[in-house]
């Protein structure tokens, strides 16, 4: 069943029952009502035969009555034995008040004693009453009726013209495919929760529409990457694989073929290492740890690549403690500093610093790892941080060094960036919240 015809019969039963109930609490007044007022004729009848009986002790009970109510009057001894009737009076009847069944006919009876004692039993047909009770109901369940038959068609109305927004959103929405991701939801004119929604599945197209362009870009860049050390190393085992060839031919060969093998494992491990530090790949393991321990342990780890460039790293870092993804945030800074160790020159210093500052009701940690290099020169610094991007048009690397440092980045809600130093060289910087812990004096 379609959301359109549950509203339809939600709001025809709604309006049913709301005049079934109007018409059983109508019915019920006018029962009480009816039955009040025959009971004040009964007594008004009892007490005029009552005062004839005291005035000349005759009644005239044969005379027919003239409030068109059909009433009957009964006189009885004490001991219920009948003295006189009015002709309409039922047979059977007894001095008893209330509701009698006599006959098959239901009657509304009244007893009173006249001063010498006679009972004086008065009644009447309860049959005009429950006709007309009889008809309320038929005109009140036949009103219900009609009432939600027509809510029904109002309700289907109604509903058909709330929801065509949502069938158009509908409709947009199943013509976006993968070959359409620039398309976009077109809002309703009003600014309502259909508007809102719209508004909120266009932002999430959006997003999708950037990751989907951002893995295709990477899985091109992948491939391309991939390809050259594949060829290159393909050409070189079929060169070695050729007889003709001498023996220092085919050492040449393998130590080529070697080369590119080692950049094809750079290469894989640098893709594995962006993949898994993703915000969404592995969950997010908070510790507290000493930020200055860290720093220095991101020096001691880089010592031999820094040895081999003949770079100095220097540390700057005030013991503190922090709370965040200690994994994530080391493989940041590691391949900042790294970076900066591969660029920034032989012969020149790394510097890393680390800063813990109050922001709001807690923390942010802010670390920068500075060299001496050429900088920036031709590359926009805001784009290195893409998967293989390089600041040089031959630099060394994968390329993948900065992106993984960005997903890290990312996943512990930080930011990054980049700039070039005053005097040369380049700053990159990391910043994530790390929780509200007091420093270590």
């Known amino acids: 069943m379609t959301i359109r015809q549950r509203l339809a019969l939600a709001y025809a039963g709604g309006v049913a029952v709301t005049v079934a109930v109007v018409g059983a609490v109508v019915w019920w007044q006018m029962a009480g009502a009816l039955r009040a007022g025959l009971a004040a004729e009964l007594a008004a009848k009892a007490d005029a035969v009552a005062t004839s009986l005291e005035n000349n002790g005759q009644v005239g009970l044969q005379e027919a009555d003239a409030s068109g109510r059909s009433l009957f009057v009964a006189l009885m001894t004490p001991s219920g034995v009948l003295v006189d009737a ?8 007894t001095a008893t008040a209330g509701d009698m069944a006599l006959g098959g006919r239901r009657y509304l009876v009244r007893v009173s004693a006249a001063a010498d004692g006679t009972s004086i039993v008065v009644g009447a047909d309860l049959a005009p009453i429950d006709g007309t009770l009889r008809s309320l109901e038929g005109y009140t369940l036949t009103a219900a009726a009609a ?10 109305w109604l509903s058909g013209r709330a929801l065509a927004p949502l069938r158009r959103l ?6 976006i495919g993968p070959g359409a991701l620039s398309d976009r939801l077109t809002p309703p004119t009003q600014a309502d929760e259909v508007g809102r929604l719209a508004d909120t599945l266009n932002e999430m197209l959006d997003r999708i529409a950037e990751s989907v362009s951002r893995q295709r870009r990477f899985v091109a860049m992948a491939s391309h990457e991939l390809r050259t050390p594949l060829a290159a190393l393909r050409a070189e085992l079929d060169l070695a694989d050729d007889p003709v060839n001498s023996r220092r031919d085919l050492l040449d060969a393998v130590h080529t ?8 494992t750079e290469l894989s491990s640098s893709l594995l290492s962006l993949a898994s530090v993703a915000s969404d790949a592995t969950a997010i393991a908070r510790s507290e740890f000493d930020v200055a321990d860290l720093a220095q342990g991101v020096a001691r780890s880089a010592a031999p690549l820094a040895r081999q460039h003949d770079v100095e790293i ?3 870092a005030e013991p503190s403690l922090v709370t965040t993804d200690r994994v994530r945030l080391e493989l940041a800074i590691g391949n900042l500093v790294r970076n900066a160790i591969v660029h920034g020159g032989s012969g020149g210093t790394v510097d890393l610093t680390c800063r813990v500052e109050a922001e709001g009701a807690g923390r942010r940690l802010t670390v920068e ?4 290099g050429p900088g920036f020169a031709h590359a926009d610094p805001a784009l290195l941080f893409e998967p293989f991007a390089r600041g040089a048009t031959r630099a060394p690397g994968s390329g993948l060094g ?11 809600r930080g930011d990054v960036g980049a700039r ?3 005097g040369g060289g380049a700053v990159a910087w990391v910043s994530i919240p790390v929780g509200t812990h007091l420093e270590r004096g």
């Open 86 to 93: 009015t002709a309409n009076a039922p047979a059977g009847l």
């Open 147 to 156: 009432a939600g038959a027509l809510s029904l068609l109002a309700g289907w």
């Open 170 to 175: 509908a409709d947009d929405a199943a013509r």
């Open 257 to 264: 073929a070697q080369g590119q093998a080692v950049r094809l």
């Open 314 to 316: 220097r540390v700057g």
């Open 369 to 372: 790892v500075a060299d001496r």
């Open 402 to 412: 900065l992106a993984t440092v960005a997903e890290a980045v990312s996943a512990l």
């Open 420 to 422: 070039n130093r005053p």
